[in-house]
């Protein structure tokens, strides 16, 4: 089991930056990869960025590559999403999964546990 929680949402200018925090409980949050996904008003949930157990391999959705960066500290049990460049069109729901399994996934059929998501908004 594991419960993941979200944090570091907030409003901020076009070309701005926010760094997004997902604390997760359990001891086995080590051999769990975890991914980030986000959800626009009146659209589908979508894949945002993804990292293996150890931290050596992440995916990138193309339309946040260069701009958003995914890390791990298993020492502190907490994902992080470094977004910068932030353009009005990332405005969403944030929210972070993990899965019982080491590898990358972009599907969030993938992912068994979600958070209550934490919701970033950017102006123009």
């Known amino acids: 089991q594991m419960h993941v929680v979200e944090s570091g949402g907030g409003l901020v200018q076009a070309g701005g930056s926010l760094r997004l925090s997902c604390a997760a409980s359990?001891?086995?949050?080590?051999?769990?990869?975890m991914g980030w996904f986000r959800q626009a008003p009146g659209k589908e949930r979508e894949f945002v960025a993804t990292?293996?157990?150890?931290?050596?391999?992440?995916i990138y959705a193309d339309s946040v590559k260069g701009r958003f960066t995914i890390s791990r500290d298993n020492a502190k049990n907490t994902v992080y999403l470094q977004m910068n460049s932030l353009k009005p069109e990332d405005t969403a729901v944030y929210y972070c999964a993990g899965r019982g399994g080491r590898l990358t996934r972009t599907d969030s059929l993938s992912y068994d546990y979600w958070g209550q998501g934490t919701q970033v908004t950017v102006s123009s």
């Open positions: 359990g001891r086995t949050f080590s051999t769990y990869a």
């Open positions: 990292i293996n157990w150890s931290g050596s391999s992440t």
